[in-house]
């Protein structure tokens, strides 16, 4: 089994309820392919650095995810021929990453026994979130 | 005498020169993520391009994962190949 950090642009039009659909569809891939869906984020609509077959604009999805290394190939597969997707990509996680996601996910289990989380927005979306309003603020920053 | 002046002025001039450190090394980074682009933004100029390390005093190892998370960041389009 290998850790991975997965993160999936879907097309910014799509509605909330084929949101939902993709994400099922892409755990449900997972975890038919014995793999096992550690951490899923939604970082929301946000504007790409660069234009990708013609979008401007992404919805991000993130995943992390243990899995043996042959449920790779199948979930590339289907993000080839997956419509509302448009770009991805898969990282496998090294030892310090590793080690680093086992105690981040620790501290959310702690946190969770002590209190029913307040829907925590985990650090990393919370800074991609604010970068992507100041790229909506000032687009041509860098014309000057 | 000449000498003892050309001294002098060699430590003046060293004077203006700020010690430069990896910031990583002293922070002890476990490891740079691509994800963080805030991190990541104060490595490359504002068209894009990463930053030398002998600009940013980042050291040969941290510099190297640098490269490779700005590389990432820029394949998932969190950062820009290159800003016009
Ligand atoms: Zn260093």
């Known amino acids: 089994?290998?850790?991975?950090?997965?993160?999936?642009?879907?097309?910014a039009a799509l509605e909330d309820t084929g949101i939902d659909a993709a994400e099922k569809r892409i755990t449900d891939l997972i975890e038919k392919m014995q793999g096992?869906?550690?951490?899923?984020?939604?970082?929301?609509?946000?504007?790409?650095?660069?234009?990708?077959?013609?979008?401007e604009k992404g919805y991000y999805l993130f995943f992390v995810f243990k899995a043996p290394p042959e449920a790779i190939k199948p979930?590339?597969?289907?993000y080839k021929?997956?419509?509302?997707?448009?770009?991805?990509?898969?990282?496998?996680?090294r030892k310090k990453e590793i080690i680093a996601l086992q105690n981040s996910l620790q501290a959310i289990e702690a946190k969770a026994a002590e209190q029913p989380a307040p829907d925590a927005v985990p650090d990393v979306a919370k800074d991609v979130a604010a970068d992507a309003v100041e790229g909506v603020a000032a687009p041509s920053g860098a014309d000057a | 005498m000449v000498q003892k002046g050309k001294g002098s002025e060699h430590v003046k001039y060293k004077r203006f020169m700020r010690k430069k450190f990896?910031?990583?090394?002293?922070e002890k980074t476990p490891f740079i993520d691509y994800k963080d682009t805030r991190t990541l933004k104060s490595y490359i100029t504002e068209r894009g391009k990463q930053l030398p390390s002998r600009?940013?005093?980042?050291?040969?190892r941290h510099q190297r994962e640098?490269?490779?998370?700005?590389?990432?960041?820029?394949?998932?389009?969190?950062?820009?190949?290159?800003?016009?």
């Open chain 2, 66 to 84: 640098l490269t490779e998370a700005v590389k990432r960041a820029r394949n998932i389009a969190l950062l820009s190949f290159m800003e016009k």
């Open chain 1, 75 to 78: 979930l590339e597969e289907l």
């Open chain 1, 1 to 11: 089994m290998n850790y991975y950090e997965n993160i999936v642009i879907l097309d």
């Open chain 2, 55 to 60: 600009m940013t005093g980042t050291c040969a």
């Open chain 1, 81 to 93: 021929v997956f419509d509302p997707v448009f770009k991805f990509m898969i990282i496998k996680l």
């Open chain 2, 22 to 26: 990896c910031r990583f090394c002293a």
């Open chain 1, 36 to 55: 096992e869906v550690l951490k899923h984020e939604r970082w929301g609509r946000r504007k790409l650095s660069y234009e990708i077959n013609k979008h």
